[in-house]
Structure formats: C-alpha cells, structure tokens
C-alpha cells in the first residue's frame, strides 16, 4: 500500500514536466553507445528516443516506471522494474488490465522462469521500452512478426515453419494464415500433455478447426473446408473424440510446424508419401493407400463410388420403407374391414 | 395325434439359427448403431452402456463372429443336410409368389373373397429370408475389410476402404428398417400373430393358425396324401 501511494504521487509530481525530465534522461540514455561493462561484458544502455515515443507508454516520463531515480544523474543502478508495477487491478494510471498475465503463469514459460530457467516472461516478447499494440505492425508481437519472435529461442522450429504453408501465406499476405500463437495460443502457452493445452490430442482438432472450418477463408485460400467435418465422421475422429488418443489427428498424418500442401512434394501427404505416412500406424499400408480420396463425405459427388453406393442405398432404403409400410397399412385395413364385416353378418 | 392340436412347424436346428441370428443380430445393430449415431444423446448412452469406445469395437467384433458361425452353419445346413436342402427349395422364389402377392393385395382390397393359399414359405417370408442373406453376405465380407484394414492395406486400394465403410453403414440402415418395419410386423403385429408367434422358440404352431396362413402347408402336414407328395419327411 506505502509503495502504492509513493507511486501515485511520485506519478502526480511527474506528470507535468515528463518531456522535460524525459529529455534529461536521453542526454545520457540518447546516445547510442551508452553503456557500462558489466562483468566484463559491455552492456548497452541506449535507449532510442524515437521508438520509445512511438510506443503505447510515449506519454509517460522514464520515472514514472523507474520510480528509484530521484536525481538525475543517477548514482546506482536502478531497481529491475515489472510490468505489474502498473498493470494491475485498480491502477490508477490508466494501465490497461487483461487476464494475459494470469494465463501467462499457467505457461510452460512461466513455470521455467520460476525454476530459474532462463525462459521469456513479458519483456521478452513485448520489448521493454517499444511496447506497442500487437495491431501495429511495428510492434515486437505483430502477426508477421510473431515466429522470428519465438524463432529467437526456438530456432529449428523456426527454419521447419520457414518451409510450411502457413507462412508462405503470410508472406503472400494472408494475415489469417497461420503464425505461432495461433496454435500454441499467446500468453497460455501449456505442454501437449495437459488436457487444456490447444495440443493435447484431444484439442488439436479444434486449433486447427478454427481456421479450416471458416468457410469464407477457406475459399478465399482455396482450401476444402469441409475435411476437418469428414474426419470427425472418420473412424480417426470419433475414436479420438471417445478418448482413444492413440487415433491419428491432424497433425500425425498432415505434420505440424512445416505443414504443406498434398501437392508438395515434401508434404506427408504427397501421394508418394503417403504409405510411410499411414504406415506409421498401418505396418502394412503401400502405394494402395494413395488410390483413393481421403476426408471422404459419402453425400458429396467427389467422392465417387462411395457416394453412387450411398446415393443409391439412400433411395433404395427410402423405396423399401414406403413399400413395407404400404403392405403393411393394405394388410391391416384389409383385416379391419373383414372383421367388421363378418361382425355385420 | 396331439391333444393340443399342435403342429411342429420349424426343426431344433432352425431354431438353434433363427436363435445364433437374432442374438448376433440384435448385439451388432445396438453396437453399430452406438458408432453410427456417436453424436446423438442415445449413442453417447449405447456406448457408454456397452463399456466404453473400444469395449463396444469388441463387443461388436464378438458380435460378427457369432454372425459369421450362423452364417457357416446356415450354409452347411442349406448344403449338407436334407432337412436343411428341402427348407432351401421351399425358400426359393417362384412365380407362385408373384400371383400370390396379387391374391393378397386384391384379397385386401376386397377385390377379392378369399386369401392366397400359400405354402411352407409365403413370399412376405421370402422376401425377409433374401433380403436377409443379403444382408448378412454384404455386412461379411464389408465387416471383414474393416476389421482386418491392416492387412488389406497391402492389398486394396484406399476408397475400397470408404466403399466398404459406406456399404457397411447403409447395409445397416436398411436391416434396421427391414428388422423393425417388416419382420416386426410378421412376427408380432399382424394380427393373427400378435402378440408374438412363440414358433420361433418351440417350433409348434396350432393347427388352425397353419390352416389360416399356410394353406398348402397345412394340407401336406394333416392329409396323408400331401405327405405322400411333399419332398419334405415331416
């Protein structure tokens, strides 16, 4: 509460001549090649004055997060300021307040960081002086932006995503396509082992459902959109849908990080791939497993015999049923009429 | 002579696979239509009665095995015995049918006085025998395919695999329709069956109901000179 309070005012007294103490703070934090050593190491303490004013915090003086310098220059190092210092419910600075910092403790990252591993909380994605809204594209956690980002620790999955559909429409320019966090979620980041993760078996569906079910996308990246429905009418689906998760989802068969088109010679599911890729499960599957249509509808004219067959036995159960019934309806109206008529007698 | 005035109408082995058919039957169709129908209320029900998703692949896979022992020993039984041959021929479709189904449809309509004299099989009993054969004979070998997918993913092509799963649940669909419309109504609602012929369990049926829905049957088995005609020992 006393810190609470200190911040408040130490904000009021700031707030009228923030330019002018930010600018004391640049003569120093201005300069490009500021900095200190630091265990041998130099490390800069450049600051760019541009990019800062264009960030989400432009209007707020340098001080007003780093509460400890009270004089200008500062002596000692300033203490390691948090984002919470603000965002927190109840602040009275306006500081916008999400559950994004809630989800972000249940992560994978956050639990890392807190065994001491060396693992990104906030900063490490939204940048500490350029935060900006993640809808400009100049900010850290831009779509287009998003897999160098994560790219910076996870490197090979970067060079795998490098190759996959998903980013060559981004780079098409189809900001729907997919980045990152569209599967692995932003801020809940969980392993696939956890049941609520967007990973786990049982939810992979629905991550990638949310895009490929969207018919006005699908077309417009030419895309079926009605496979992620065949595959939940697909043996696969409805055993991995009653818990048996050991059944191929999406990914077991289509890849993940480097997802590609069945016309792409590299893809799992290029014709020629295709019996390594069911035989991953089916021991014996061969060059036969690429004769034939895969997410298969039965009411839908692509798929052929299957459909003729379904089409067929549509009508012909239709047919039996009306002909049984009428028989059947004849046979008691016949009876009904012979008994009142013997009764008449 | 029996008292009762009783007349054995079906042989402990038609019985035994009336018996093996409508046990087999009946587990596929609930374990089946719990797959068919996953996303409904009563599917969820069916499987979560049958023990589970895998436990109800198995009970039906136990189901289609006992399906595919009736089927050999109706074969054999067709094939092999004399009994079982004479009850094949009886089944066989005939022109007779033809005209009976004519009689029966005037007779109904009141076009006519009296019904068509049908013999051991009537064609309302025939049609359910061949539809049922069938059935069993496409569920077999669509079953087989998709029980044993694993090893005919060597042999066949992918869509043989999409044909048979659509075969096999529209196979299904029908003997639903043809269980619950026609066979339900031969055995249990017509009139001079309901509530249920108990036959299928004793192999006895009256005399009189013989009489009145077996003419020809009826004559073979009572007047001695029929016997003497009829191919048939009993």
Request: hydrophobic share 40%; proline share 5%; charged share 20%.
């Amino acid at each position: 509460m006393k810190v609470w309070i200190l911040i408040f005012f130490v904000l009021i007294a700031n707030q009228a001549n923030s330019q002018l103490k930010n600018q004391r703070c640049f003569v120093c934090h201005g300069v490009k090649n500021f900095g200190i050593v630091e265990q041998g190491k130099f490390k800069s303490l450049y600051v760019s004055r541009e990019d800062f004013e264009a960030s989400v915090h432009s209007k707020f003086a340098c001080v007003s997060c780093h509460v400890d310098v009270r004089v200008i220059p500062h002596l000692t190092k300033p203490r390691k300021i948090h984002c919470l210092q603000c965002h927190f419910e109840g602040n009275v600075v306006g500081a916008p307040v999400t559950a994004k910092p809630e989800k972000y403790k249940e992560s994978v990252h956050a639990k890392a960081v807190a065994k001491g591993k060396n693992a990104p909380d906030c900063k490490d994605c939204h940048t500490v002086h350029y935060v900006r809204k993640p809808e400009d594209p100049n900010s850290s956690v831009y779509k287009t932006r998003v897999p160098e980002l994560c790219g910076g620790c996870h490197q090979t999955i970067k060079e795998e995503y490098y190759n996959s559909i998903h980013w060559a429409g981004i780079k098409r320019g189809e900001l729907s396509s997919a980045v990152c966090s569209d599967c692995h979620r932003e801020h809940d980041i969980l392993p696939p082992e956890d049941p609520r993760s967007s990973l786990n078996p049982k939810n992979v569906i629905g991550t990638c459902d949310k895009c490929h079910s969207d018919v006005k996308l699908m077309k417009r990246v030419g895309v079926p959109v009605t496979n992620p429905e065949a595959y939940k009418e697909s043996f696969h689906g409805i055993a991995l849908k009653f818990g048996v998760v050991k059944a191929a989802n999406c990914a077991s068969c289509h890849g993940y990080h480097d997802v590609l088109p069945s016309r792409d010679p590299r893809s799992p599911i290029h014709p020629a791939n295709l019996a390594k890729t069911c035989g991953k499960c089916h021991p014996r599957a061969n060059e036969n497993v690429a004769k034939g249509k895969f997410h298969v509808l039965p009411g839908e004219k692509e798929s052929g015999i299957v459909y003729y067959v379904y089409t067929f036995f549509k009508w012909f159960t239709l047919i039996v049923l009306i002909g049984l019934f009428t028989h059947i309806v004849l046979d008691l109206v016949g009876h009904i009429r012979r008994k009142r008529k013997k009764a008449s007698e | 002579m029996t008292a009762e005035r009783k007349i054995q109408r079906f042989s402990l082995s038609w019985r035994i696979q009336h018996f093996l058919l409508m046990v087999s039957v009946t587990l596929l169709i609930i374990t089946g239509f719990a797959l068919k129908y996953h996303n409904t209320w009563l599917g969820r029900f069916l499987i979560f009665l049958e023990g589970g998703f895998e436990a109800r692949g198995t009970l039906h896979r136990i189901s289609a095995v006992l399906l595919f022992i009736t089927a050999v020993y109706h074969l054999i039984y067709i094939i092999f015995t004399r009994e079982g041959r004479a009850e094949f021929k009886e089944l066989l479709p005939m022109k007779k049918d033809f005209s009976d189904f004519v009689e029966s449809v005037r007779y109904d309509i009141g076009k006519n006085e009296k019904p068509p004299m049908y013999g051991r099989y009537s064609y309302k009993e025939k049609i359910q025998y061949w539809f049922f054969f069938l059935f069993v004979v496409l569920m077999i070998l669509s079953g087989i395919v998709l029980w044993f997918h694993n090893y005919f993913f060597g042999v066949l092509p992918k869509w043989f695999f999409d044909l048979s799963q659509a075969l096999h649940s529209a196979t299904a669909t029908l003997i639903i329709t043809f269980l619950v419309l026609w066979h339900l109504y031969l055995v249990h609602l017509s009139p001079s069956n309901f509530p249920i012929n108990t036959s299928f369990w004793d192999g006895y049926v009256s005399e009189e109901w013989l009489r009145e829905n077996h003419y020809l049957e009826y004559l073979a088995k009572v007047n001695p000179e029929g016997k003497d005609k009829g191919e048939d020992e009993q």
